[in-house]
């Protein structure tokens, strides 16, 4: 089989395996501490949530994608923790592009399918925090060197 012929096909299977993955059991479990925290943060009018994040060691941006995110989709487990989920399936994305480029198709497709199981992963992708935007942004400040 020639990987780079179906890279296009494989990359979206391997997203929607993603998606399927953090989506599974993301509300099985309720608000932890941190997580009520960064949700306080983002109900707060903005001025006042980013006073809130300069008292504490934490992640500003985070913070501010929360607090517009929730306004028109809520508060509720699924509804916040679903924008980690998706910072956390552009990693899969962001993870095979870096390999493809670096490597080969083959190799971004065995990168894509570690980063979608990866369980720490998929945890940091089901939960209200900044983890799985920063290691996004981590992926994406990556490049090829000289």
Request: glycine letters at 4%; a positive charge; proline letters at 2%.
């Amino acid at each position: 089989m020639d990987i780079k012929k179906y890279s296009l096909a494989i990359l979206f299977t391997i997203l929607i395996l993603a998606v399927t993955l953090r989506m599974w059991g993301i509300t099985s479990e309720s608000y932890w501490l941190d997580e009520s925290i960064s949700i306080k943060q983002a109900q707060e009018n903005y001025s006042t949530s980013i006073d809130m994040v300069k008292k504490e060691v934490n992640f500003p941006l985070y913070t501010t994608l929360l607090h517009f995110w929730v306004e028109p989709f809520g508060i509720s487990e699924l509804s916040s923790r679903f924008l980690s989920l998706i910072f956390g399936v552009l990693s899969v994305g962001v993870i095979y592009l870096f390999a493809k480029r670096l490597f080969s198709d083959r190799a971004a497709v065995i990168a894509a399918l570690f980063m979608c199981f990866s369980p720490i992963m998929i945890f940091y992708s089901q939960e209200a925090r900044s983890s799985a935007v920063f290691l996004f942004l981590c992926r994406i400040s990556c490049k090829k060197g000289q």
